[in-house]
């Protein structure tokens, strides 16, 4: 009840956001890596932003810069292995656009 009711979709739900004997220590890691990268974007999105709290104008401009990159699998933690793994299942175009989202936060020094 406490993740949105009393369905079999709604356990399911929770099972697959909370670790359990279910999943392997593979799958917890991937989640977990995925709810770091997710975090790590929220703080990187407070520190870009937080230059411009005092125009609202240049606010919004960085913002929807900001937005346009936003993707939490650039700021996950992966090893070389992982990231070939995620380049493995990614289409051509996706790749391109997950690339393009790279070059455009170094630009912006939102990464390195």
């Known amino acids: 009840q406490m993740v949105g009711g009393n369905t079999d979709a709604a356990r399911q739900l929770a099972e697959l956001a909370n670790p359990n004997t279910k999943m392997t220590k593979e ?4 989640v977990t890596n995925q ?3 997710i975090e790590q974007m ?8 937080g230059k411009f709290t005092n ?3 240049q606010y ?3 913002a929807t810069q900001f937005n346009q990159i936003a ?3 650039i700021f ?3 090893t070389p292995a992982d990231v070939a793994k995620l380049k493995a299942s990614m289409s051509p175009a996706e790749q391109q656009e ?5 070059k455009a936060a170094k630009q912006l020094g939102i990464v390195r």
Do not use: F, S, V, W
């Open 35 to 37: 709810l770091i990268g």
């Open 42 to 49: 929220n703080i990187a999105r407070a520190n870009y932003l």
């Open 55 to 57: 125009n609202p104008a």
């Open 27 to 30: 799958g917890i890691m991937r």
């Open 71 to 73: 993707d939490p699998r």
């Open 60 to 62: 919004q401009q960085a």
């Open 98 to 102: 997950l690339t393009d989202k790279i």
């Open 76 to 78: 996950q933690e992966m």
